[in-house]
């Protein structure tokens, strides 16, 4: 299992394009930071909706983000660290 995050925004990185091409079953996204984005967007949500994709709650607050991103799990920092220890390695794209 790999716990893949991503930081960078679609439009500036193809981190998560290139992501979506390796995952595999029992993987996790983590998305923070401009990745978090991706989400507003139905093209993307589409693209991870039967992944399983969390976004780390202190950025997606800091964006404003948390009446629109309801519907998607939230994790703290803390938690960031447990969801990385479960995961066999994890790779930044």
Do not use: P
Not at 46 to 63: F, I, M, Q, S, Y
Not at 72 to 84: A, D, G, M, P, W
């Amino acid at each position: 299992m790999i716990l893949h995050h991503i930081q960078d925004s679609v439009e500036q990185s193809s981190g998560l394009t290139t992501c979506l091409r390796y995952i595999a079953l029992g993987d996790s996204i983590l998305l923070s930071g401009n990745a978090i984005n991706c989400l507003l967007k139905r093209e993307w949500r589409a693209k991870l909706a039967n992944l399983r994709v969390v976004a780390l709650k202190e950025d997606v607050n800091a964006r404003g983000l948390q009446d629109y991103l309801k519907d998607v799990k939230q994790i703290s920092y803390n938690e960031f660290v447990e969801l990385s220890l479960e995961h066999e390695k994890v790779i930044s794209w």
